[in-house]
Structure formats: structure tokens, C-alpha cells
């Protein structure tokens, strides 16, 4: 199998620094987990909301524990470090290897979108909670066979707000026209849903947008065993 990778991001207008992050890390006995975090607010404190979340959830992975666990341990510890006075959205999406299944994590009122051959597009939108208010907040975990070629979009709120309450984006609308255009590769993907929702905001987006696609494909016929990994970040 082949693990596609794609993100996009961009801050909220006038504000220098997103409140969201997006970490990469490669699992311990294979595979790799995205972990997207949007932090409560917009701004620099929101981003030491994030960053703290995300270094949480980065450490545990790397030491082999399992996603939904990594969930508790992070709301445990944002509730501890803060009082129970801040909160944060919570995604995690994992190819595992050993399982070979794409196990999405969901502590976000935000669905994640999926793509299957077999089913089409749909959402995971299971009522759920952000973490660091609540001492026995859970994720939502839900996994998917890697060989059904799945494609998973998880985002931050500001894809859904955008447009705000009387042009609302569409995102799923959006995601499915893209499909049916023959958008399969995510950055591509991931590129076009973000200049969307920066077009209906004006150019002026009303909250930090965050985007993540991960999409799993049979390796096309011929190809090695290496492991490889790009990447471009404008600053």
C-alpha cells in the first residue's frame, strides 16, 4: 500500500500566528499519525494552547502508545496544565501498519470526511467533544480497512465557518465536486478546498483554516521498498 499525504493552512486575517498545529510523526512499529490541533481563540495564545497539546500527543505516539489513549492522556494534561479553563479541538489520523487500517481520532465537533470506492463520500460526525474542560473527555476512534482505498479530510473549524452564517461554506458539497472532477492526489485536493473557503471569506478568513488529507492506494506495480516523504512550507 501507498500512504498520500496532503495539508494545507492558513492563519485568520490580521493575525500573525495560527492557533492551530499540525504535527507529523512515523509510529514506532509502522506507519505514521497526523495530529491536528486548534487551540481555543485565535493568536499566539492559542498557538501555545496547540503546540502544547500537539508535543503531548507527539511524545506518546513516538513511545508506541495507542491513539485513543494519546486522546485522554492530552485532554488529562490540558486540563491539568490550565484548570479546566481552556479547550482545543483534537484530531488524530493514523495509518497503522500493524492493524493496516487508517484509525481517525475525533475530539471535535467538526466532522472528518471520508472517501471510499465502495461507498462514496460520507462524514464521521458522531456527537464529540473538545478536550481540556472535563476530566473524562473520549475520543471518537473509528477505523477503516487500508485496503478499501480510503481518503480522510480532517480540518479545523474555520473550514466550516467560513463564509460565516449567511454564505456558509459547503465544504462536503465542495469535497464531492472536487471528486467528481477526478481530484484524487490530496495536496492538490487539499489546496483547492482551502482556496474555496479563503474565496467566500473575501480573502479575509474569519478563523484559522487547517486541512489534512490522507488517502491509502495500492503501490503502483514495480515499486521499491523505499520509504520516502516530501514537503514545501512558504514562510
Do not use: W
Not at 55 to 76: I, P
Not at 200 to 218: A, F, T
Amino acid at each position: 500500500m501507498e500512504i498520500l499525504i496532503g495539508a494545507s493552512k492558513i492563519n485568520k486575517y490580521a493575525v500573525s500566528e495560527s492557533g492551530d498545529t499540525l504535527e507529523m510523526i512515523e509510529r514506532p512499529h509502522g506507519g505514521i499519525s497526523l495530529i491536528l490541533v486548534d487551540g481555543q481563540r485565535s493568536g499566539k495564545s492559542a498557538k501555545r494552547i496547540s503546540n502544547v497539546v500537539a508535543r503531548k500527543c507527539v511524545q506518546l505516539l513516538g513511545e508506541g502508545v495507542r491513539d485513543g489513549v494519546v486522546a485522554r492522556a492530552a485532554n488529562d494534561y490540558l486540563f491539568t496544565y490550565r484548570g479546566g479553563k481552556v479547550t482545543a479541538t483534537l484530531n488524530i489520523v493514523s495509518a497503522d501498519a500493524t492493524s493496516q487500517t487508517l484509525v481517525i481520532s475525533r475530539n471535535n465537533s467538526c466532522p472528518v470526511m471520508v472517501h471510499t470506492p465502495q461507498r462514496g463520500l460520507y462524514l464521521l460526525d458522531e456527537p464529540s467533544h473538545s478536550i481540556g474542560t472535563r476530566r473524562n473527555t473520549t475520543p471518537i476512534i473509528t477505523e477503516i480497512p487500508m485496503e478499501l482505498g480510503p481518503m480522510v479530510i480532517s480540518f479545523t473549524d474555520g473550514l466550516r465557518h467560513a463564509g460565516g452564517p449567511i454564505h456558509r461554506f459547503d465544504y462536503r458539497a465542495a469535497t464531492q465536486a472536487l471528486l467528481n472532477e477526478g481530484y484524487s492526489e490530496p495536496q492538490a485536493m487539499a489546496d483547492a478546498l482551502l482556496k474555496q473557503a479563503f474565496d467566500i471569506d473575501n480573502g479575509r478568513p474569519k478563523d484559522d483554516i487547517s486541512l489534512v488529507i490522507v488517502r491509502v492506494r495500492v503501490a503502483p506495480p514495480g515499486s521499491d521498498k523505499v520509504r520516502r516523504m516530501s514537503g514545501r512550507l512558504i514562510l
